[in-house]
């Protein structure tokens, strides 16, 4: 969507439009301002049980071969309680707790005092102080972009300690994994309940917080749209690019070494799953000037459920393919490891090229070519919270005009390569397919429900040119 600002003709004008559309701005971003039972529910039961579900896919790779199936057979027949799963989980140590501070240090180090110099010698990255969307209350943040450049810094550390310095085993994160774990819990929960206080007494813009009087929705969903300290400490593009998504690949990194380690050889499943997702890696890190433009930017408030999700969830179930192929490392045949190349690579291709032809047709507004010809678009319009009317445009060529979320369906794509990289033997390597499948399903829900709120009978018209959400002619 390309937008442009036009300005009413009189201070009359703009205060009516401002007490007319108040309402309806105050749904156009964000998160809901009133709660229903039925999303109460799910908040309560994903705070109850989130961190059980990360528990227990990591208990069940330690304690029982990544058997899903296994430890609740135990728990069932009796032959095990609770208390002997719990007794053999390895516990927190000051060892966990060090690499721990030091890795988020690092990572607050390279943010805040290292500026970007990667788009001053590679053609086409943009980096360095980057303008954000704007918000509902009309503010426009700035943003230095440099996740690509503590990407790079961090992956050169590791390989010369690796091949040169021999400061620690390359196996660290696996062999201290679950450790590790209580650690992302504890900043988790650290950085959701400070935002949340943050909130209440010391707000980085009041006008862009909400409130809806239950504690649990704003505690997971967020109160601040942007919170902050100091000028560039951002809490949403830290916590969604570092450390968790920085420490993706070198988790990967880190089960291939040990792979290496136990059976003496890197199987080609452990190979592709560290390829593929290290192009998904390096392409969020490439394109991060471009996610401040994302739903998760633009949309979501800070709360638990980044804050945590981010420290916890992204990096122990988002991994759990190499997680569980250094338990059962599989060799695939060379057809089968080909054919999950090209479908990953396909997919890759899908979300990157759906992704750019948004992109492109926005920093243009639309005076650009998609597949040889102009592109074709549903002109909108929509109040912000002053009641500055804006226009956008939304895009119904290329990858667009066949769905309206295409670039989910190629990281879908992308997710099931990554599964099938585990064979067939156990579910537990799925799980991300099918989280992933609920999560961008609910996304489109999410992003509907807002388009519609923001556009009105604008966004009928477009849902009429552009009638599927993920799969043309199905969903």
């Known amino acids: 969507m390309a937008a442009h600002q036009e300005k009413k003709t009189s201070e009359e004008r703009k205060r009516k439009s401002t007490q007319n559309d108040t309402r309806t701005s105050q749904v156009q971003w964000g998160r809901a301002w009133e709660v229903d039972w039925f999303s109460l529910a799910n908040i309560i039961f994903l705070l109850m049980f989130a961190p059980l579900i990360v528990y227990y896919f990591i208990m069940s790779c330690d304690q029982y071969q990544c058997s899903l199936i296994d430890p609740l057979i135990d728990l069932f027949t009796g032959n095990k309680h609770l208390s002997d799963i719990w007794n053999k989980t390895p516990t927190l140590t000051y060892r966990a707790a060090g690499i721990y501070t030091l890795w988020v240090a690092f990572q607050v180090f390279l943010y805040l005092f290292i500026p970007d110099f990667c788009h001053k010698f590679l053609p086409g990255y943009v980096g360095g102080v980057q303008e954000g969307a704007v918000t509902p209350a009309g503010v426009v943040n700035k943003y230095e972009i440099n996740g690509l450049q503590a990407w790079i810094i961090t992956h050169v550390l590791w390989f010369a300690n690796a091949y040169y310095f021999h400061w620690f085993s390359p196996t660290i994160i696996f062999d201290n994994w679950i450790p590790l774990l209580w650690c992302a819990n504890v900043l988790g929960y650290a950085v959701s309940t400070f935002a949340m206080i943050k909130s209440y007494f010391f707000p980085t813009n009041a006008k862009d917080c909400k409130f809806t009087g239950n504690f649990f929705y704003d505690y997971m969903m967020g109160i601040e749209f942007n919170p902050r300290i100091g000028k560039w400490f951002d809490f949403k593009l830290f916590f969604n690019g570092r450390p968790g998504i920085v420490a993706w690949t070198l988790i990967n990194l880190s089960y291939a070494a040990k792979q290496q380690e136990l059976y003496g050889q890197v199987t080609n499943s452990m190979i592709l799953v560290n390829v593929l997702q290290g192009i998904y890696v390096l392409d969020f890190f490439w394109n991060e000037a471009w996610y401040l433009k994302t739903i998760d930017i633009c949309h979501d408030h800070f709360g638990w459920y980044l804050g945590w999700g981010d420290c916890v969830w992204l990096p122990y179930l988002y991994t759990l393919q190499g997680l569980y192929l250094v338990y059962h490392p599989v060799q695939l045949g060379t057809v089968n490891a080909i054919g999950i190349l090209m479908l990953g690579l396909i997919s890759y291709y899908i979300f990157r090229m759906t992704n750019h032809q948004k992109d492109l047709f926005r920093r243009t507004n639309g005076n650009c070519k998609i597949w040889g010809k102009k592109p074709e678009y549903i002109e909108c319009s929509y ?46 390597p799925y799980f991300y397919i099918v989280y992933m499948t609920i999560l961008l399903t609910h996304r489109c829900i999410r992003d509907e429900h807002r388009c519609f709120s923001k556009y009105g009978k604008d966004w009928k018209r477009y849902t009429a040119a552009v009638p599927y959400r993920l799969i043309p002619g199905i969903f």
Do not use: P, Q
């Open 383 to 428: 109040m912000s919270v002053d009641g500055t009317k804006y226009y956008s445009k939304l895009m119904t060529s290329g990858f667009w005009g066949w769905a309206r979320h295409f670039n989910y369906t190629g990281d879908l794509m992308g997710s099931l390569a990554y599964c099938l990289t585990c064979g067939f033997e156990h579910i537990l």
